[in-house]
């Protein structure tokens, strides 16, 4: 039997985070992760941080590498019906920066700092699943290298992400599941070439294309592709042809083609699970909601949930004070709904969908137009892709 205070699974973001801040205030916990640390090391996802994100990582010292490396902007450009494309600036609207820093370089400087204070963490788990989840001690059961296990606890952090066992772990009867997938993914690359300058969103006749960056020689791609697509049907040739074929000349000349090192379909979805907590559980990150990345919000709201659960059981521990853990999930909802919304916003916006009716291109297309117009919808679009404020946060 291992005891501890906070049993975490999962070592994606979440859980590597939601450990070091405990760790640094003196709450020891134990995370159980499925996948081998190669594994989980070798995942292409997110690439855009928003500053609340930024600020957090600095708060907790895991933030030396991403100053150094990460890439600043101002703002992101938008592009459409092969018009030069125009810049939305963040900065300027609403006084706030966004970072692109990849989520594995994230992925990476969390584990060195678990390395460093020699963290309980355990790969390639099996077979994870809880005892009671009211009342303590509560019980994590599970195998480790042919071996049951148990460990006893007083919270488990589900950080297991969107296919974990912490959601289904909640009795039907008290999750109130929002579902909605999308008639289509994002194809991504990454290749060792030099990236456009600018995060460029394109809304193209055949369809939509996202130009982003992991560093000065690392470039990230993205384009819509119809769900079920086989990734087989797309060699690099034709995925740069399709790529250049949805910017406008005057961009798909800059755009500098070169041998994929990833390359991955990711479905879109929007998800939200009520309430994020169930007795002992608290589910934080995707274990508890997806976006579609159009608003890169995932990873952020990820970071978000984390401060939120860390602060509350970091009260808990030291003043005796249950209040903020009580009020957990409904404090990070608030944040997670916004940005569930304006990922939503933006997807319908930017992409093409299979039932548009002609009627329904020309709002688009105007809502663009709007957009390209007027300084307040700018203003608007800046404040919810820069994030908005953690509640609290001092
Ligand atoms: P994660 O899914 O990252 O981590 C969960 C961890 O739990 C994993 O390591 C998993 O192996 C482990 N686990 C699962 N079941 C377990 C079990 N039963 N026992 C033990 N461990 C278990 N966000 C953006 O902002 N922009 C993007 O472009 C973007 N692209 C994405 C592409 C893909 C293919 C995916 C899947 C997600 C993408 N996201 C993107 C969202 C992504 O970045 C998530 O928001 C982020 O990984 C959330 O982190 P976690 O909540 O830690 O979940
Ligand atoms: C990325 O760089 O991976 C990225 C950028 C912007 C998004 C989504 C993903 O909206």
């Given at each position: 039997m291992m005891q501890t205070r906070v049993a975490i699974i999962g070592a994606g973001p979440s859980g590597l985070l939601l450990s070091e801040i405990l760790a640094q205030q003196g709450i020891e916990s134990i995370v159980l992760e499925r996948e081998t640390r190669q594994?989980?090391?070798a995942r292409i996802r997110a690439g855009v941080l928003e500053q609340t994100t930024v600020d957090v990582l600095r708060r907790w010292g895991l933030a030396r590498r991403l100053d150094e490396q990460g890439h600043v902007h101002d703002g992101m450009k938008i592009v459409w019906a092969g018009r030069n494309s125009f810049f939305i600036d963040v900065h300027r609207h609403c006084g706030k920066r966004f970072t692109a820093y990849?989520?594995?370089r994230i992925q990476e400087d969390l584990y060195a700092a678990a390395d460093a204070r020699g963290a309980a963490i355990l790969?390639?788990?099996r077979?994870?699943?809880f005892g009671s989840l009211q009342g303590t001690p509560a019980r994590v059961a599970f195998e480790h290298e042919g071996q049951a296990r148990e460990i006893e606890c007083d919270f488990i952090a589900g950080c297991d992400g969107f296919h974990g066992v912490s959601r289904p772990s909640i009795p039907a009867g008290n999750v109130h599941v929002f579902d909605k997938t999308y008639p289509f993914g994002w194809l991504g690359v990454l290749s060792e070439t030099p990236p456009l300058h600018e995060i460029i969103y394109a809304n193209h006749p055949r369809g939509f294309a996202l130009a982003s960056q992991r560093s000065p020689s690392l470039s990230?791609?993205?384009i819509q592709v119809p769900m079920g697509t086989d990734i087989a049907e797309w060699p690099d040739e034709r995925f740069w042809a399709e790529l250049k074929a949805r910017f406008p000349q005057e961009l798909a000349e800059r755009i500098v083609a070169g041998p994929s090192i990833e390359k991955?379909?990711?479905?879109?979805?929007?998800f939200v699970a009520e309430p994020m907590r169930h007795g002992r559980l608290f589910l934080a990150g995707d274990a508890a909601h997806i976006v579609p990345p159009t608003g890169?919000?995932?990873?952020?709201?990820?970071?978000s949930d984390i401060y939120y659960l860390s602060r509350a059981l970091a009260a808990f521990y030291r003043d005796d004070d249950d209040t903020l853990l009580e009020h957990y999930s409904d404090t990070a909802l608030r944040r997670v709904w916004h940005s569930e919304?304006?990922?939503w916003y933006l997807t319908r916006l930017l992409h093409r969908f299979p039932d548009t009716s002609d009627f329904d291109q020309r709002m688009k297309e105007y809502e663009l137009e709007y957009l390209l117009s007027s300084p307040h919808a700018q203003a608007a679009l800046a404040e919810q892709y820069a994030g908005l404020p953690l509640e609290g946060w001092q």
């Open positions: 594994h989980v090391l990849g989520q594995s790969h390639g788990v077979n994870v699943r990230r791609y993205y991955s379909i990711a479905p879109l979805r929007s890169a919000k995932g990873l952020n709201l990820a970071v919304r304006t990922s």
